[in-house]
Nanobody, 121 residues
């Protein structure tokens, strides 16, 4: 099993920045797993946000966040980060951390409980 614990959500104003963190643990976790983030806004389906390959070798972003969000990881701490800048009201969502053995088809094999991000206009 893999446990994922997110932190860093909150209420901010449009244009502000916020950093999410997610710490992974558990017997089944491997540093070779891809780590990433999804989000689900009010009344919307869950959508992919960003993913990072082990060692930070490659990253992938949704078009809606490119240039504003940066994903990174610290494999010594089994932690993935999502630095969000120039936040917009449409970024309001519950953000879920996920890990997946496969970076290319990252869809989340294990999930965190989610952390709320609310951006006011």
């Amino acid at each position: 099993q893999v446990q994922l614990v997110e932190s860093g959500g909150g209420l901010v104003q449009a244009g502000d920045s916020l950093r999410l963190s997610c710490a992974a643990s558990g017997r089944s976790f491997s540093i070779y797993y891809a780590m990433g983030w999804f989000r689900q806004g009010p009344g919307a389906a869950r959508e992919f946000v960003a993913a990072v390959m082990w060692g930070g070798l490659r990253t992938n972003y949704a078009d809606s966040v490119k240039g504003r969000f940066t994903i990174s990881r610290d494999d010594d701490k089994n932690t993935v980060y999502l630095q969000m800048s120039n936040l917009k009201p449409e970024d309001t969502a519950v953000y879920y951390c996920a890990v997946d053995p496969n970076f290319q088809s990252f869809s989340g094999q294990y999930w965190g409980q989610g952390t709320q991000v609310t951006v006011s206009s």
